[in-house]
């Protein structure tokens, strides 16, 4: 290189090995591990693409009954999953009739509702009796909990009692709710727990998305899966993932994904990125 290069203000002619015009519009919020993970999941034969939905397709609302796609969401999503051999679902915490009317996807777009034990054909395990009491006894103790706590409230799953602090203004008043709720009902013999962003779900029925995921695999014979979320529930997830497949964290904290996107916006493009590589 001479001395003239380097002092030139002008850029420097593209590389031999940029990509070609015509590859996809190069999108810069991928890292290059990343975009080569995609590159390799959209060449894969069979490909599952699970997405969580709150806070990872979806803006977080105080109203959860409101909490609409991000622009462009779901019909990515839906351009994905009419693609030959692609799986893609809808993985969340929601109970599966809320997820399908706050999100609005359709057919063929899976929709696995309750941390992945609620799928089309109901749950797999119906409840007995002491489900039946443990369920109502969650309500009650997660209820007294949210009656002392200003702008809490309960929300009944089919098989959870979820106290939900996030519209509660005073923040010592939210910790010290999901305090009590972690040391109380929480601790109950036979429930599960799942402790989300301003969420304590309880629950009576064991429910992972890693188990989800699996079965979404098995049942497409996928040789590749990517699993995108946003929040601790999602990390049983990412830690099922095998080492072909593609876990993507969005934002910040802790995580188990191997890879990483900043917020909703970079989810859609991603989406967009993968149904143009696939399609
Ligand atoms: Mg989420």
């Known amino acids: 290189m001479s001395a003239d290069d380097t002092a030139s203000p002008t850029p420097p002619p593209p590389t031999p090995d940029a990509p070609p015009a015509t590859a996809p519009a190069a999108t810069p919020d991928l890292t290059p591990e990343l975009a080569e993970a995609l590159r390799r999941a959209a060449a894969t034969p069979n490909l599952v693409v699970a997405c969580d939905y709150d806070g990872t397709l979806a803006p977080f609302t105080d109203d959860p009954t409101r909490a609409h796609p991000a622009p462009g969401a779901i019909a990515t999503l839906a351009r994905l999953a009419e693609l030959p051999r692609t799986t893609v679902a809808l993985l969340s915490g929601r109970n599966r009739a809320a997820l399908a009317e706050v999100s609005g996807a359709t057919a063929p777009v899976v929709l696995v509702g309750s941390h992945g034990s609620e799928w089309e054909g109901g749950f797999d395990a119906p409840f007995d009796d002491d489900d039946n009491a443990l369920l109502a006894r969650l309500h009650t103790e997660l209820g007294e909990i949210a009656q002392s706590t200003a702008g809490a409230h309960v929300e009944s799953k089919p098989t959870a009692a979820v106290l939900h602090v996030r519209p509660v203004e005073d923040l010592a008043a939210r910790e010290r709710a999901t305090a009590q709720a972690m040391a109380g009902p929480a601790t109950l013999d036979g429930v599960f727990v799942t402790q989300g962003k301003n969420v304590v779900e ?72 993968l149904a143009d590589l696939r399609g």
């Not at 009576?204 to 946003?230: M, P, Y």
């Not at 593609?246 to 967009?272: C, M, N, S, Y």
């Open 202 to 273: 309880i629950a009576v029925r064991e429910a992972s998305k890693g188990a989800a995921i699996e079965r979404l695999v098995e049942q497409a014979g996928a040789e590749v899966a990517i699993f995108i979320g946003d929040d601790v529930t999602d990390e049983r997830g990412f830690a099922r993932l095998r080492p072909q497949d593609v876990g993507i964290k969005v934002g910040e904290g802790e995580t188990a994904a191997g890879h990483r996107v900043a917020d909703i916006p970079a989810v859609v493009r991603l989406l967009g990125t």
